[in-house]
């Protein structure tokens, strides 16, 4: 079982190189080719998102991203340092932006991956997706 792990600040020009970074391991890992958008796209959801809530949250912590190549899956990690319960800002507006903002990423991640698991604690949250390897035989 191979794995790779990412560790980026979280800064929004990152996300492209976690994308990017993914899609490479991906397609060496054995996922078919015809999901390797989605997959990007997934993943930098997921690392948008983490970036986002580092950033409401004022945290300099790295976000994580860990691949892991399976026998017969290949997943992705993605997690954060952000509590679970966005905090109170001065306008209440934004903290319902903020919450919007989460929801629709995480729809976006659930409409693209077919296998998605989010956790979330008071000392961050996970983003798992997996999807499934080829295997392809030689005659």
């Known amino acids: 079982m191979a794995t790779v792990e990412l560790r980026f600040s979280a800064s929004p020009e990152h996300v492209r190189t976690a994308r990017l970074v993914a899609a490479a391991v991906a397609r060496r890992a054995g996922v078919d ?3 390797l958008d989605e997959l990007r796209l ?3 959801e997921a690392c948008s998102r983490a970036v986002g809530l580092h950033a409401i949250h004022g945290l300099t912590s ?5 691949l892991t190549e399976g026998e017969k ?3 992705i990690e993605v997690g954060d340092d952000a509590p679970s319960a966005i905090p109170a800002p ?4 934004a903290s319902e932006a903020a919450e919007d903002s ?3 990423g995480l729809a976006v991640i659930s409409g693209l991956v077919d296998d998605v698991e989010v ?3 008071a000392n961050g949250g996970l983003i798992r997706m997996s999807w499934p390897t080829v295997t392809t035989s030689f005659p």
């Open 73 to 75: 899956t290949f997943s």
């Open 42 to 44: 997934a993943v930098g």
């Open 119 to 121: 956790l979330s604690a």
């Open 33 to 35: 080719e015809s999901v």
């Open 62 to 66: 790295p976000v994580r991203v860990v």
């Open 90 to 93: 001065r306008e209440s507006s």
């Open 102 to 104: 989460d929801e629709l």
